[in-house]
Nanobody, 122 residues
């Protein structure tokens, strides 16, 4: 069984930075893929970024590209989302997810974190 424990987040002003962490408790597969998604009030959950554990390949949504960075620490099985130049439209609940498919589709991820609030004021 895989468990994902998220931390970080909070409140910041526009232009600020925050870092989210997601620690994976359980198996790490050679095809392991870790994703970050977000959901704003009244909106559908959307893809943010994804990382392949084995080769550190990454992919980002157009909305966050060049502002957010996804990376991992293999020593503590943690994946991070560094968020810079934050905008009010980045306000959402952020979720990390684990799977084995290199995809932006949330339905193809097997395990999910509890979600963590990120609020960016203008």
């Amino acid at each position: 069984q895989v468990q994902l424990v998220e931390s970080g987040g909070g409140l910041t002003q526009a232009g600020g930075s925050l870092r989210l962490s997601c620690t994976l408790n359980g198996w790490i597969y050679t095809r392991q893929v870790m994703g970050w998604f977000r959901q704003a009030p009244g909106k559908e959950r959307e893809f943010v970024a994804v990382l392949k554990w084995s080769n550190r390949n990454t992919m980002y949504s157009d909305a966050v590209k060049d502002r957010f960075t996804i990376f991992r620490d293999n020593t503590n099985y943690t994946v991070y989302l560094q968020m810079d130049s934050l905008k009010p439209e980045d306000t959402a609940v952020y979720y990390c997810a684990a799977g084995t498919d290199w995809t932006r589709r949330s339905s193809l991820y097997d395990y999910w974190g509890q979600g963590i609030q990120v609020t960016v004021s203008s």
